[in-house]
């Protein structure tokens, strides 16, 4: 997120999930016309075997040339991406938010911040954003159960996002406070899985206090802040990154254990 307008793009999962992921993007967002500009799938027939040419083949490569720079899908990856559309298009909860009136869908917001004197270029894309919402961002991913999708926001950053994207849209004034955040989350295996899901809310909040932040938010706003700090450091060219000079002491993460029963039984047993 620091490295604003200048960076290279980073796939943090370039896995057969996070190709449904963007192809889910697609049809959900920019309808079946422009999906089917950006993605092809099937592919040239081998004669001898009946079967599609492989991707390492020279006929597979000629035939992509063909294809105007799409991005290819196999045949089983274009119905699993059908279905988890058609997923969400069953929840009427998660479909009365998409079709809600007034949303804009795929949204980028470019902004600044002025970090110890150094302007640093930043950078978000909404799936979608709405007054009357906030901002919606659909995920994938292998568990959409409560401790399995805190489980990838922890590991993929996405407590990050829960408030960068917030916080573009307060910089580029859409909007005067931090708006609500959520989640619509797909299993990326069928049954296609979907849930519903917000950060936790602040602790307390009032008119005074309109941009109090609950837990998740409040690490993401100080993980991007130290990026942020480090990216400007790195820019004026007056430090470098932080260098480790010990070994930190972390925690057990919280959804491994149940509860400290667990813990306490454990011990007893296997001392």
Same mark, same amino acid.
């Given at each position: 997120?620091?490295?604003?307008?200048?960076?290279?793009?980073?796939?943090?999962?370039?896995?057969?999930?996070?190709?449904?992921?963007?192809?889910?993007?697609?049809?959900?967002?920019?309808?079946?016309?422009?999906?089917?500009?950006?993605?092809?799938?099937?592919?040239?027939?081998?004669?001898?075997?009946?079967?599609?040419?492989?991707?390492?083949?020279?006929?597979?490569?000629?035939?992509?040339?063909?294809?105007?720079?799409?991005?290819?899908?196999?045949?089983?990856?274009?119905?699993?991406?059908?279905?988890?559309?058609?997923?969400?298009?069953?929840?009427?909860?998660?479909m009365s938010v998409i079709t809600m009136y007034?949303t804009e869908r795929e949204l980028t917001l470019?902004?600044?911040?002025?970090?110890?004197?150094?302007?640093?270029?930043?950078?978000?894309?909404?799936?979608?954003?709405?007054?009357?919402?906030?901002?919606?961002?659909?995920?994938?991913?292998?568990?959409?159960?409560? +401790?399995?999708? /805190?489980?990838?926001?922890?590991?993929?950053? *996405?407590?990050?996002?829960?408030?960068?994207?917030?916080? #573009?849209? $307060?910089?580029?004034?859409?909007?005067?406070?931090?708006?609500?955040?959520?989640?619509?989350?797909?299993?990326?295996?069928?049954?296609?899985?979907?849930?519903?899901?917000?950060?936790?809310?602040?602790?307390?909040?009032?008119?005074?206090?309109?941009?109090?932040?609950?837990?998740?938010?409040?690490?993401?706003?100080?993980?991007?802040?130290?990026?942020?700090?480090?990216?400007?450091?790195?820019?004026?060219?007056?430090?470098?990154?932080?260098?480790?000079? +010990?070994?930190? /002491?972390?925690?057990?993460?919280?959804?491994? *254990?149940?509860?400290?029963?667990?813990?306490?039984?454990? #011990?007893? $047993?296997?001392?």
């Amino acid at each position: 997120i620091a490295d604003g307008l200048h960076s290279t793009p980073f796939d943090a999962d370039a896995s057969e999930a996070a190709t449904k992921g963007s192809a889910v993007h697609s049809l959900l967002l920019d309808g079946q016309e422009m999906f089917d500009e950006k993605y092809a799938t099937g592919g040239p027939i081998n004669p001898k075997t009946g079967t599609h040419y492989g991707r390492d083949t020279k006929k597979f490569q000629e035939w992509m040339k063909e294809q105007g720079g799409k991005s290819f899908l196999t045949e089983k990856e274009m119905k699993s991406v059908m279905q988890m559309v058609d997923s969400i298009k069953r929840d009427d909860f998660a479909m009365s938010v998409i079709t809600m009136y007034g949303t804009e869908r795929e949204l980028t917001l470019l902004w600044s911040e002025d970090i110890e004197g150094v302007e640093v270029l930043c950078k978000a894309r909404l799936d979608w954003w709405g007054p009357g919402i906030g901002i919606v961002d659909v995920k994938s991913t292998c568990d959409v159960d409560k +401790k399995g999708f /805190e489980k990838s926001v922890g590991n993929r950053g *996405w407590y990050v996002q829960s408030w960068w994207y917030p916080r #573009g849209a $307060v910089m580029t004034g859409l909007t005067e406070h931090l708006p609500e955040y959520a989640w619509i989350v797909l299993e990326n295996q069928p049954p296609h899985k979907l849930a519903c899901y917000k950060p936790d809310d602040p602790a307390s909040s009032d008119e005074e206090t309109p941009n109090a932040l609950g837990w998740m938010q409040a690490t993401g706003r100080a993980a991007a802040y130290r990026g942020l700090k480090n990216y400007a450091l790195h820019q004026s060219g007056s430090a470098d990154y932080v260098q480790t000079t +010990k070994f930190i /002491e972390i925690d057990t993460p919280s959804w491994v *254990w149940e509860s400290e029963a667990d813990l306490a039984e454990a #011990g007893k $047993v296997l001392k």
